[in-house]
């Protein structure tokens, strides 16, 4: 048999029996089946943790660029005759024209911010108001196609918008009139004084963040200059662009445009520090992940000794009829890849259908312990996301097979070597 081809169907067929336990071989198929299970379950968790890490990370991305600038436009601080230090823009129209001007900006809008008491009956919330035009609010995605709303967001220009969280906090729907309090208020003789106007809810959203579902809310950019003390003026641009992920090609043309005396601010500085955590807590976990599938993997080589031990006359037997130990490392690498092998498929479908049904699964794990198991206010996001992605698979699968392959070679080889005669002299 030395000119067999290699995996030839007799090599197949004494695999296949040997991997078939008897009764009286139990121990080799307990083994056999912790092997199975552990390379399932570790598969099974590898595509599920990086499902979730994608998931995640493009979730936290996508709100930040759906609800916020992708850059924002301040002016340097100054200081004005009556010696107080502003960054205000007065030319907020004319600066946010030569700013959309430049190929790849897709909105420049002005905006008036400050941080207010919201106060309805015995329920007060503090709150951001950003002061926008109606056509540039309906260019903030999250806002203006969230994920739920209450309201008209054509009815903007007739009250204040508003965070579903921040609602649910003042205990207002649709209708409600809130007040709204600035400390920035007239200067008095006794120091400055609060001030307060009443604004009609008309717009609730949920923009799945909930940090800005629990402070934001929008006022047509009039009502705001006028209730801050800052007519005629911005406090921002805030700048979207086509391609966020390539923000940095943006800056010198911006700079350009908006001239000395400009401060630029990306969504890459405001988020910078967590997607750095999120790169170092995705290689960290697939690291861990990695580990539990060489752990499972390591079950082969236990079983595949104790199926060589057993196995040690049939062995003998057969390197006396002609097999050469090309044909024994081949039998014993198929019983110990096809278990690997098979773990794999099977911890990819199960894996797969997980992701595809994350919603469902967790419904039901909130729905059994009473709710609770995933808080908002903790994690930022409304529920658990889930991206199922062809490289992230496409990796499960490349290192599972390779590791227990690899694995799998040892003891093949070792059953390959042994020696006929010392196999068969008790027998």
Known sequence: MANTRPFAKFEWMIAWR??????????????????????????????????????????????????????????????????????????????????EAIPGVTRAAPLVKQQVMANFGNQNAGIEIYG????????IPRIAAPRESMGQIEKFQEGIALGSVAARDLGVTIGDTIRVISPQGASTAMGRTPRTNAYEVVYIFTAGRYDIDRTRAYLPIEDAQFFFNKDFVADEIEVMVTDPDDIEAFIPSLLDAVGEGALLWTWRDSAGAFLRALAIEDNVMFVIMSILVLIASMNIISGLIMLVKNKGKDVGILRTMGLTEGSILRVFFICGAGIGTLGTIFGVIFGVLFVVNIDAIFSFINYV???????????????????????????????????????????????????????????
């Open 18 to 99: 040997y991997i078939r336990a008897k009764r009286a071989e139990g121990g080799v198929s307990v083994m056999t089946w912790i092997s199975l299970i552990g390379i399932t379950l570790a598969v099974f968790a590898l595509i599920v943790t990086l499902a979730v890490r994608s998931g995640f990370r493009a979730e936290f991305v996508d709100t930040i660029l759906g609800a916020n600038a992708h850059v924002t436009v301040y002016k340097q601080s100054v200081i004005e005759q009556t010696g107080q230090v502003t960054r205000r823009i007065s030319d907020y129209d004319e600066l946010a024209d030569q700013i």
């Open 132 to 139: 926008i035009s109606y056509e540039d609010l309906q260019g």
């Open 369 to 427: 312990s009473g709710g609770g198991v995933w808080d908002p206010s903790i994690r930022g996001i409304y529920e658990l996301p889930a991206e199922l992605k062809g490289v992230d698979v496409l990796k499960s699968v490349a290192l599972s097979l390779g590791l227990s392959w690899i694995i799998t070679i040892f003891p093949a080889r070792r059953a390959a070597r042994m020696n006929p005669v010392e196999a068969l002299r008790y027998e």
